[in-house]
């Protein structure tokens, strides 16, 4: 079974660059799939950030894009977001995913528990 | 690109149905076979219900169904119970994008 865990800061100034990875266990990134990343802001939906695939082809969201990079360490079997320009608009739970992509499916097989992270001076 | 619409709130008693609705456009619920239903408890990530418009992951009750027309994806539960109230999303692939709906919260009676 997957399991991801996400690790990063819980709080970050404005301005600054948010970094946070996932650690992947129970599977190869190397063997497939797309590895995703999704925010929650505190009392409202999830909202698609972006997804990278284990050859390091990544897509985002278009009204973030310029500001979001999802990378893939394959060696260390983890996957990492980085979100720069940070406004309080940008607090939010942050879920590592993986994004089943295989038999002609397209879905969010498994989640990270999340982790919280605020944006304030 | 705009979220997927669906109802803010959806409410029934015990034993009875409901159906959350997600509506989208040809370029993404339209346009594939790709939709997805999750439930999220309070604190909790969300969890996979439904897959590929109509499909149960294992050990997800045959109370819940999924099904499309057109722009508009369905997820039915029937039988409500206490357990199932929660927020519910929708989830559409579209391409080199991913949207989700707004989410609903079901409130059993």
């Known amino acids: 079974q997957v399991h991801l865990q996400e690790s990063g800061p819980g709080l970050v100034k404005p301005s600054e660059t948010l970094s946070l990875s996932c650690i992947v266990s129970?599977?190869?990134?190397?063997?497939?799939?797309?590895w995703g990343w999704i925010r929650q802001p505190p009392g409202k939906g999830l909202e698609w950030l972006g997804n990278?695939?284990?050859?390091?082809?990544?897509y985002s969201n278009p009204s973030l894009k310029s500001r979001v990079t999802i990378s893939v360490d394959t060696s260390k079997n983890r996957f990492s977001l980085k979100l720069s320009s940070l406004t309080a608009a940008d607090t939010a739970v942050y879920y590592c995913?993986?994004?089943?992509?295989?038999?002609?499916?397209?879905?969010?097989?498994?989640w990270g528990q999340g982790t919280l992270v605020t944006v304030s001076s | 690109q705009s979220a997927l619409t669906q109802p803010r709130s959806v409410s029934g008693s015990p034993g009875q149905s409901v159906t959350i609705s997600c509506t989208g456009t040809?370029?993404?619920?339209?346009?594939?076979?790709?939709v997805s239903w999750y439930q999220q408890h309070p604190g909790k990530a969300p969890k996979l219900m439904i897959y590929?418009?109509?499909k149960r992951p294992s050990g997800v009750p045959d109370r819940f169904s999924g099904s499309k027309s057109g722009n508009t994806a369905s997820l039915t539960i029937s039988g409500l119970q206490a357990e199932d109230e929660a927020d519910y999303y929708c989830?559409?692939?579209?391409?080199?994008?991913?949207?989700f709906g707004g989410g609903t919260k079901l409130t059993v009676l």
């Open positions: 995913a993986t994004y089943y992509s295989g038999s002609g499916s397209y879905y969010w097989s498994s």
């Open positions: 129970g599977y190869s990134i190397s063997s497939g799939f797309y």
């Open positions: 990278i695939y284990h050859s390091g082809t990544t």
């Open positions: 040809s370029s993404d619920v339209g346009g594939y076979d790709y």
């Open positions: 590929d418009v109509n």
């Open positions: 989830c559409s692939y579209a391409g080199a994008s991913v949207l």
